[in-house]
């Protein structure tokens, strides 16, 4: 194990706060990190943390360890970054992270065809519906739809995209279709967890006028694409990314309601650090991701004048 690595172990670990969360961080077995903590700490000569059954704390020299390696990761990024930057070609590892249904749709296949044309970049793919707060010692680039809050990130807009509330023709059939925001708290409503806060205040905006309206239902769930799922075996109504329906609106088999009325922002961002701004691998990605994205056949720019 070389010493970067070693260190962003180290980092990754303090962190996710116990072996176990760790593990699945990094795809290995609870025994496997302990292993590892194990050969670093006797490498060095002294204990970096304390464990317990559920969760592990800094000792002093871990306190030390942890800080100084921060600030040795960081310096290697800068380093890679000024090195990169400075060449024709981009080359060097690019760590991503992207919303699951979304990011096995899209950004999977997309990273493929990058790879293909750029083979000195070493690309990680992370998958999570999980908000990842950048700086993150794990991530160059975050995929992230809607507003982007945080001044000091940069945002590059990768995609135009909006919310959509749809139904399967079967369900409205028998439920009859909403004419006004405020049918929607009579009709089944599939509601999707968002970090396990359940998102059933739905917003919906017309001109000036703004409603939120609670919906309710009988099914909800984490994950896109079993809500989505779910809306085409026509369990109810579902507010859902343009980019998961187009096809599916294109084909027949949902039907959007409420159409004249807005919903909150979701255009598709690449997200990234402002000291990563100059990076040739970060810059290449992100242009062949926007161009990959405008190019596809489920783009629903490309699939609008079709519906």
């Known amino acids: 194990m070389n010493a970067d690595s070693e260190l962003a172990f180290f980092c990754v670990l303090v962190k996710q706060g116990s072996l176990a969360a760790t593990a699945r961080e990094l795809n290995l077995t609870p025994p496997s990190v302990s292993r590892r903590l194990a050969l670093l700490e006797e490498r060095l000569g002294v204990r970096l943390l304390n464990r317990t059954t559920r969760r592990v704390s800094l000792t002093g020299e871990g306190e030390v360890y942890f800080q100084n390696a921060q600030r040795i990761l960081s310096d290697i990024d800068e380093l890679e970054r000024r090195v990169s930057s400075s060449r ?3 080359k060097g590892l690019l760590r991503v992270n992207a919303p699951l249904g979304f990011g096995r749709s899209y950004i999977g296949p997309a990273i493929s065809a990058f790879s293909n044309v750029y083979p000195d970049v070493e690309v990680q793919l992370h998958l999570s519906d999980r908000t990842i707060a950048l700086p993150d010692e794990a991530i160059d680039i975050s995929i992230r739809f809607g507003n982007i809050p945080d001044s000091r990130l940069i945002a590059k807009k990768i995609a135009a995209n909006r919310r959509l509330l749809c139904a399967s ?3 409205l059939r028998v439920a009859g279709t909403p004419v006004y925001p405020h049918d929607l708290t009579k009709h089944k409503c ?3 967890r968002q970090n396990e806060v359940a998102s059933g205040n739905w917003r919906l905006s017309r001109g000036k006028h703004n409603e939120t309206v609670k919906v309710h239902g009988k099914l909800s ?3 896109g694409e079993v809500a989505l799922n779910w809306a085409l075996e026509g369990h109810g109504i579902l507010m859902r990314a343009e980019w998961d329906v187009a096809k599916y609106l294109r084909s027949g088999r949902l039907v959007q309601v ?3 009325y807005e919903t909150p922002p979701a ?3 690449a997200v990234y650090l402002e000291r990563l701004n100059l990076s040739a691998k970060v810059a290449y990605f992100v242009e062949y991701l926007r161009e990959y994205l405008e190019k596809h056949t489920d783009s629903p720019s490309q699939q609008r004048g079709n519906w």
């Open 190 to 192: 599939i509601v999707l």
């Open 88 to 90: 024709a070609a981009p």
């Open 221 to 223: 769930t984490n994950d």
């Open 267 to 269: 255009d598709i961002y």
């Open 169 to 171: 023709p079967a369900y």
């Open 258 to 260: 409420l159409a004249e």
